[in-house]
Nanobody, 119 residues
Framework: QVQLAESGGGLVQAGGSLRLSCAAS????????MGWFRQVPGKEREFVAS????????AYADSVKGRFTISRDNAERTVYLEMNSLKPEDTAVYYC????????????WGQGTQVIVSL
């Protein structure tokens, strides 16, 4: 099995920054891409950002472009989400996800980390 361990969430004032981390561990596997999603109560989980493991191509939701940056450490199998200029509407539980080479989508998910942005 693959485990994803997230960290870095918390409470921050609007305009502030946070950095989320997600480390993948478990059985030997190859990664196609990793991503971050977020969810607020009563709403669907939404895509935030993703990174292709080989090559590093990135994609972002329009709502976070220019403010959030996704990056990876191949050796540590860790993905990061640097969040700047945070807004109250960024408040959500943020989930890390992994798309394995053997899969057809994001098959593995972390437990989530809460981000709260106050006015």
């Amino acid at each position: 099995q693959v485990q994803l361990a997230e960290s870095g969430g918390g409470l921050v004032q609007a305009g502030g920054s946070l950095r989320l981390s997600c480390a993948a561990s478990g059985r030997t596997f190859s990664i196609t891409r990793m991503g971050w999603f977020r969810q607020v109560p009563g709403k669907e989980r939404e895509f935030v950002a993703s990174i292709v493991w080989s090559g590093g191509s990135t994609a972002y939701a329009d709502s976070v472009k220019g403010r959030f940056t996704i990056s990876r450490d191949n050796a540590e199998r860790t993905v990061y989400l640097e969040m700047n200029s945070l807004k109250p509407e960024d408040t959500a539980v943020y989930y890390c996800s992994l798309w394995p080479r053997s899969g057809v989508g994001y098959d593995y998910w972390g437990q989530g980390t809460q981000v709260i942005v106050s006015l």
